[in-house]
């Protein structure tokens, strides 16, 4: 069984893609298995998304967004500078309220509240972070923890901002209502969706664009092709995350297995039952195919049972020493915290995901000397 990444699977893959269009795509290049697990941010193809903001998914990204706040705060004390310019200089907004945007937002506010004003308090204050959602802020938690979360990072500072951008320009956010908003640095947290490698495979594909999956997530592929064709989004544009993505009567009688291919995560769904895109969703299922390979591997033929996701809670810091859990399945009995008691679990867990000890060592002593000592200003 043979895994790639995103950037392997697109150069490798698609130079012979279509070398035999009448096979099933993966035979192209004689390997017998493949898993496929690719996904990118989602930017709905809104105008100046990919240009003008920064995604918040890897070391590389957290570096381009310090370095850009840090650029922007030195631009900001030109004594020659307009007092419009300075303001939209200091201003950063946060698009998308999930817990990576909410915790984003609180923890710049708690680094601005806590070693920005030491270093510059007049500055400091004058430094804006606007948390943009076109529904709720933490929409996956209870209403009673949504408002507590609204709460608190009001009283840290983030405003919160109840619309969708339709546009972004080099400085000015457009608001499908009308407002702009200017803005230094843009941070675009608005979840993950297709690449336009997962959207360019021959393969069956969900309203909103993630490879369609059987329950034993082997990948679909339409028995008649020609009538698909056009039906389905082509590229990562064409995905529209406001449609209903859970079908129950697509018809399983369009479909078939591909053979010998499997997609997981955030790239894939079940038609019948969508399962949203979260790192737990994706853990849980590569654990329940490396069970599913070896048995197979044992023996070809035995029977595989479909796979069983087990939701086991939803975590969020908001900044400062507070943080929410929500333990359990939605609509169902659950356990709910919030306040410093859930901060301090939600760090516990944390550190439960780091690997081996010394990442664990290093991630604690960092923590004890932020806590003594404050953040590093040196670069600022």
Known sequence: MHAFAECSLHHVCMSCCYVSPEQAYLRCIAFAEFMLVAAQGSTFGIPGVEKYSHPLRDIH??????????????????PTRSSPERERLLSVIVVGGGPTGVEFAGELCDFINKDLRRLDPERAAEMKVTLIEAQQVLGTFDAPLREYAA????????????????????????????DVLPYGLAVWSTGVGPTSFTTGLPFAKTARGRIAVDGEMRVLQHIDPEKAQGTEVQKPSDVKMDVEEHDTG???????????????????????????????????????????????????????EPFNYKHMGSMASIGGNDALIQLGEQGKS????????????????????????????????????????????SRW
């Open 61 to 78: 990204d957290a570096n381009a967004i310090r370095n850009n706040l840090i650029a922007n705060w030195s631009k900001a004390n030109t």
């Open 151 to 178: 709460n608190k990072l009001n009283k840290q500072g983030v405003h919160l901002v109840q619309g969708m951008v339709k546009e972004l320009t080099a400085d000015e956010a457009h608001l499908s209502n009308g």
């Open 250 to 304: 697509h018809g399983k009688e369009k479909y078939q297995q591909v053979d010998s291919c499997w997609a997981l995560g955030d790239c894939s769904a079940n038609m019948e039952l969508p399962l949203p895109a979260l790192a737990q969703v994706a853990e849980q299922q590569g654990k329940y195919l490396a069970k599913a390979f070896n048995k197979l591997a044992k023996d070809p033929s035995a029977k595989i």
């Open 334 to 377: 659950h356990i709910s915290m919030k306040g410093l008691k859930s901060y301090i679990a939600w760090r516990s867990a944390y550190l439960t995901r780091l690997g081996n000890a010394q990442n664990r060592f290093y991630v604690i002593v960092n923590w004890l000397t932020t806590r003594v000592f404050g953040r590093d200003m």
